[in-house]
């Protein structure tokens, strides 16, 4: 059987021990030994096990549940940003399906789950976690897309994320982009910026804004301020917005953070909202809901994202040469207390 062959006879089958025995040409018991370090193997013996171990990416479990099984009963979540607020609904959908199969969410931060040159991928596969869940704007690199091959995996949230054997559920980031900015146009404004995020969603939205600002005759009108993410970025992207010398009538942040950053460099500057600037979020979190906030932003429907990436990964758990598969669902926009009527359009 060639490599490739092997491989994807392998695809979507964690790699056990007897796996690695016939690999290396060695007895299961033989496998065991080296495990345990035994000063009984040869070094010639032992050096076999080791290349067939990495050859098939084999990870040993010192759970004795795992060994019994081949299950952990635990699904890896991987968040590029625990600080978002927008993984709050996404988490609550994941978990209402998982608690429902007995699974355990053990969740990562690629800042804080990795060592130092360690791809954030690693941790969930020293722990032989059963699926993974890759959710936020997280960089692919080798270890995950191999990590994918072997383990069931679903990308949630995200648009644009290749992996080889991963399924995919989203919002339809262009379609809630272009809701905000026709929002805004129907109200009657013309000047309208835009916050951008450096993601993959990000980009799907800034240029959603710029083609429906272009099919409203409103190209001359484009401004895009870049932004980390973060509230500060959001209020130093408005700060130059109002301070540059034509301060636009109207934002649409890439995210309630943006936003709320955003709403915040408004008031400093004496800058009413709504009356002399609409604003514009996406996400849907918690941020706009608060009272004196009240922010008109997009509904991604995170929780029913969640939901359904769940359902995936236990389909795929089940059927691991299941085809890869995408869906995108349908955002809506929820429409509060920041954005009114241009001036002269009442």
């Known amino acids: 059987m060639s490599g490739n062959e092997a491989t994807q006879q392998r695809r979507g089958k964690r790699a056990t021990i007897v796996d690695v025995a016939q690999e290396a040409g060695v007895s299961r018991a033989l496998v065991s030994l080296v ?5 009984k193997v040869s070094e010639q013996k032992r050096k076999a096990v080791a290349e067939a ?48 199969k007995d699974l355990r969410m053990v969740l990562g931060d690629p800042r804080y789950l990795a060592r130092p040159g360690e791809s954030p991928v690693s941790p969930f596969m020293d722990l032989r976690v059963d699926g993974l869940v890759i959710a936020g704007d997280i960089p692919p690199d080798e270890d995950l897309a191999r990590a994918s091959m072997h383990t069931p995996t679903v990308v949630a949230g995200i648009r644009g994320f290749d992996l080889p054997a991963a399924d995919l559920v989203g919002n339809d980031d262009v ?34 804004y710029r083609d429906t600002m272009s099919r409203n005759g409103l190209q001359d009108y ?12 959001g209020f130093d992207a408005m700060a130059r917005l109002i301070d540059g010398g034509r301060p636009p009538t109207a934002v649409f942040a890439a995210n309630d953070v943006l936003a709320v950053g955003a709403l915040s460099a408004a008031a400093e500057r004496s800058v009413s909202v709504p009356s002399q600037l609409s604003l514009v979020g996406y996400d849907n979190t918690y941020l706009g809901q608060i009272r004196h906030l009240s922010l008109t932003t ?5 929780r029913d994202v969640g939901i359904r990436a769940a359902e995936l990964l236990l389909e795929r758990m089940a059927e691991p040469l299941l085809p890869q598969r995408t869906e995108v669902l349908p955002p809506h926009l929820v429409v509060r207390s920041s954005t009114t009527a241009a001036t002269g359009s009442r």
């Open 35 to 39: 495990l345990r370090g035994s000063p």
């Open 298 to 302: 997009v509904d991604p429907v995170s």
């Open 53 to 100: 171990m990495a050859a098939l990416d084999y990870r040993p479990s010192n759970a004795a549940r795992s060994l019994a099984s081949g299950r952990t009963g635990i699904v890896g979540v991987l968040l590029d940003d625990l600080a978002n607020p927008w993984f709050v609904e996404l988490l609550d959908g994941l978990k209402s399906v998982f608690l429902e």
């Open 222 to 233: 484009v401004r895009v301020e870049q932004t980390d993410m973060t509230e500060k970025s």
């Open 175 to 208: 379609a809630g982009a272009r809701m905000a900015v026709e929002h805004l146009i129907d109200l009657g404004h013309r000047d309208i910026a835009h916050l951008l995020a450096p993601t993959r969603s990000g980009a799907l939205r800034a240029s959603a």
